[in-house]
C-alpha cells in the first residue's frame, strides 16, 4: 500500500523490462476501485482507451520509451472506506510503428445510428 492524503498527488511510473529498446509503452486504461477485486460495476475512470477521464491526470515526460510517467489526484470513494485501488492497462509496441495502438492516442467509439 502507498498512503497518501485526499487531493494530494500521486504520482507513478511503470517500467518495461526488456532488452530491447525499440519497444514502446503506452497507458491505455487505469481504472479505480474501493475493492480489490472489482473493477467493472464501482468504478471510476482515470484514463480509458487512451482518453484522459480525469481532470488531474498528467503525463509526465520520460527520456526513455519504455517508461511511462504520470500522475493524478488522490481521491476516495465516498460510503466505501479509505482505500482506493487502481488496475492500469498498459501496451507494449514497436517503436515508431505509427500504426500501432501505442501511436493512437484516445480512441473514442463512433455511435450507432438507431434504425427507424
Known amino acids: 500500500p502507498y498512503y497518501v492524503n485526499i487531493n494530494q498527488d500521486l504520482f507513478l511510473e511503470a517500467y518495461l523490462h526488456s532488452s530491447d529498446s525499440n519497444l514502446v509503452l503506452f497507458v491505455d486504461t487505469c481504472v479505480a476501485s474501493p475493492t480489490p477485486h472489482n473493477f467493472t460495476t ?28 504520470f500522475k493524478f489526484n488522490a481521491f476516495q470513494f465516498i ?11 498498459l501496451v507494449v509496441c514497436r517503436a515508431y ?7 493512437q ?5 463512433s455511435k450507432r445510428e438507431a434504425s427507424s
Open 79 to 89: 460510503h466505501y472506506g479509505p482505500s482506493v485501488y487502481l488496475q492500469c492497462e
Open 97 to 103: 510503428d505509427y500504426s500501432s495502438r501505442c501511436y
Open 42 to 69: 464501482m468504478t471510476y475512470d482515470i484514463i480509458r482507451n487512451g482518453c484522459v477521464r480525469d481532470s488531474t491526470y498528467a503525463t509526465y515526460y520520460s527520456p526513455y520509451n519504455h517508461v511511462v510517467r
Open 105 to 109: 492516442g484516445c480512441i473514442t467509439r
